[in-house]
C-alpha cells in the first residue's frame, strides 16, 4: 500500500529500528514507547485491520507471535511477563491501519486496559 507508514518501513522508505525480520513479518521499536519494551511486529503482507485477516492469513498470524515470544526472550521479559495487544478499529485506538502487534513489557501492568 503506497499510503500505509508501515509499509513504507517495510519497504525501507522511512527507517525504523527494526529487531526481528524474516520472510513473513517485521518487528521495530514504537516510536512513542509505553514501556521499556514497546516492540510491533507486523506482517509484511500489508492487512489493514483484524476484521480483514483471512483463513489463508493464519500461519502469517502465529509468526507474528512467534516473533512476538522471540523479542520477549531477547529483551529478558519473557519470565516476568509482557502484554501482547492488536487493536481493531479507530474505537479501540488503532491509528496504523496494517496489523502490528505490540509487545509491551518491563513494568507492571494494570487490568482492564484503558
Ligand atoms: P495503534 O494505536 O494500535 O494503531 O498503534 C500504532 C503505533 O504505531 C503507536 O504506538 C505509534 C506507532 N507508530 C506510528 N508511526 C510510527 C512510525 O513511523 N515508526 C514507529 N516506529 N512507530 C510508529
Redesign the pocket.
Known amino acids: 500500500m503506497t499510503d500505509c507508514?508501515?509499509c513504507k518501513?517495510i519497504a525501507g522508505e522511512?527507517p525504523?529500528?527494526i529487531i526481528y525480520q524474516d520472510d513473513d513479518v517485521l518487528a521495530?521499536?514504537?516510536?512513542?514507547p509505553?514501556a521499556p519494551t514497546?516492540a510491533?511486529v507486523i506482517p509484511k503482507k500489508h492487512i489493514s485491520t483484524i476484521n480483514d485477516i483471512q483463513s489463508d492469513d493464519a500461519e502469517l498470524v502465529g509468526k507474528m507471535f512467534l516473533a512476538a515470544q522471540k523479542i520477549a526472550k531477547d529483551d529478558g521479559i519473557a519470565e516476568p511477563g509482557y502484554r501482547t495487544?492488536?487493536?481493531c478499529n479507530s474505537g479501540a485506538?488503532?491509528?496504523?491501519?496494517h496489523i502490528?502487534l505490540?509487545v509491551l513489557g518491563g513494568r507492571a501492568m494494570s487490568w482492564p486496559p484503558g
Open positions: 507508514i508501515f518501513i522511512i525504523g529500528d521495530f521499536r514504537d516510536l512513542n509505553q514497546h510491533l495487544v492488536m487493536n485506538g488503532q491509528t496504523v491501519f502490528h505490540h
